[in-house]
């Protein structure tokens, strides 16, 4: 009797590892992004979402284009800009910085970072150059925030590039791909380049202690969040099986929600 209640016990303990090592998202929010894959200039792949906790508003934008689509949304999700609003960026990744309270953003390759002035409803009135020329350690890379280091990060390889406001290189860590601090590091692990499961272009920033980097493993449809001085992986969060995901951008992090791109329907997804 005894040996059948510890094997039990034992079942139950492993079950309940597992259940803690891995939480399900559900879906909780949208946010609908104007045109249609017919009109002119539609753009295809959503670069990022972000944010503005002063104006309680999101701003999303495609990748590609300085002419492609940006969608300005309300905390509901309901698209509160018109339709012939525009990046005017070539647009990667977007970020707040709460030090200007303005939303930034770096473009591909040697475009640079940018930033959006805007009215004090959060309309867009302009968008001008931070920093021209290439600070970022690859053309494709989509940039997030670090506020508490104020740092803007950049996934190359296997590596998290870190850059201060003014551009200049600020540190960096390596990702342990799917291994925890128990695991220990792989010594046959390469830098070079991202694992084939995993998104190559983005990464968000949580802020939770110990699970601040996160990375989007297209296979298993999981968000991987990793203790950023470590580099070791801390917990996975389960995306629902028909949720699409793509290998390079389509994959962002704003007001605690985890954001995919939907490009067929051409929204973002939020889930938590």
């Known amino acids: 009797m005894k040996k059948f209640l510890f094997l039990a016990f034992a079942a139950f303990a492993f079950a309940a590892g597992v259940d803690a090592q891995t939480q399900n998202l559900k879906k909780v929010s949208e946010l609908k992004m104007p045109k249609t894959a017919d009109d002119d200039m539609p753009g295809t792949r959503g670069a990022a979402v972000v944010w503005h906790p002063v104006y309680k508003k999101y701003y999303a934008s495609f990748a590609g284009n300085v002419a492609f689509p940006m969608g300005i949304f309300d905390a509901t999700g309901k698209r509160i800009s018109d ?29 640079g970072w940018f930033k959006y002035t805007t009215d004090n ?19 494709q890379c989509v940039g997030t925030y670090d506020p508490s280091a104020k740092n803007v990060l950049f996934l190359s390889g296997s590596t998290v590039y870190k850059y201060n406001n003014k551009g200049e290189e600020a540190g960096s860590v ?25 998104n190559n272009v983005s990464l968000i920033f949580t802020g939770i202690k110990g699970q601040e980097l996160g990375f989007l493993n297209v296979t298993n449809k999981e968000v991987e ?21 793509e290998m390079m951008f389509g994959f962002s992090y704003a007001n605690g929600i985890y954001w995919i791109f939907n490009q067929e329907l051409r929204k973002w997804v939020g889930y938590k």
């Open 83 to 111: 339709d012939e609003l525009v990046t005017q960026a070539d647009t990667r990744g977007l970020w707040y910085n709460p030090a200007t309270k303005e939303i930034w953003g770096n473009g591909y390759d040697e475009f």
């Open 225 to 245: 969040l990793y203790d950023a001085k470590t580099g070791f992986l801390t917990k996975k969060l389960a995306f629902p099986e028909n949720a699409p995901v």
């Open 174 to 198: 390596i990702i342990r791909w799917n291994r925890t601090k128990k695991d220990g590091i792989d010594e046959d692990q390469s830098t070079e380049e991202t694992p084939e499961d995993y």
């Open 121 to 139: 409803k959060g309309n867009i009135t302009e968008v001008s150059n931070v920093l021209e020329g290439s600070y970022q350690p690859n053309p």
